[in-house]
């Protein structure tokens, strides 16, 4: 059974709806250019509808200290995620900087990505491991494409990790099945459209990858 992350939540029913179906993680989008972003007002009035045994997630892309401060003081987080392309030392400051855990995601397409996942399996408290984005792609993630799940077969890492990239109801458990993984993080694939969050597509991702 893996654990479940639901990206990009910007409704307190779609959040409700995603702790109730047993997703373990819910993520905010603090990405201005991202069709799921959320101020840190919104996400303010968000945080309250998470339980308690939920972690809160707030997903950024290259973040200077002041945007992270700022959120921070509006938005209790629990996980700071890093889906730019932060340094190794970016991500230690970061973690020094917030007093909070940092997941970082790493984008694969091939055999040749593979050594990041150990580089910043040194620094980041977890590993996010995602679909490489389209050179021509304005989102460093969340673009609904998976990668050849075939790369993570008997890999192992310092650290926890969570898969990323096109996961659906229809394909996370055979993901998960192959590759091993403890977690699997979701965005567009329980979306009717781009940033539109649907309950029935929460609850069967939730249900499938706990088959
Ligand atoms: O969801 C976004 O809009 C987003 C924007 C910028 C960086 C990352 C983003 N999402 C993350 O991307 C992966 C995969 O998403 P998908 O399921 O393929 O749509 C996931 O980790 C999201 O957290």
Known sequence: MA???????????????AAAAGARYVGFVF??????AVS????????PHVPVGVARVGLFVDPDDETLGSVLAQVPLDIIQLHGSETPDRVAA????TGLPVMKSVGLSGPADLPALTDYGLVADML?????????????????????WRL???????RPWMLAGGL???NVAEAIRLTGAPAVDVSSGVEVEPGEKDEALIRAFVAAANQ
Do not use: M
């Not at 990405?31 to 799921?36: V, Y």
């Not at 970061?94 to 900087?97: D, E, F, S």
């Not at 996010?128 to 990668?147: E, R």
């Open 3 to 17: 654990q479940v992350k639901i990206c990009g939540l910007r409704r307190p029913e779609h959040v409700e709806a």
């Open 31 to 36: 990405f201005p250019k991202s069709p799921r």
């Open 40 to 47: 840190a007002e919104e996400a303010a009035l968000l945080a």
């Open 94 to 97: 970061v973690k020094a900087l």
């Open 128 to 148: 996010l491991v995602d679909t490489k984005p389209p050179k021509d792609s304005d989102l460093p993630g969340g673009n609904g494409l998976s990668f050849d």
């Open 152 to 158: 993570l077969v008997g890999r192992q890492w310092l």
């Open 168 to 170: 659906t109801a229809q």
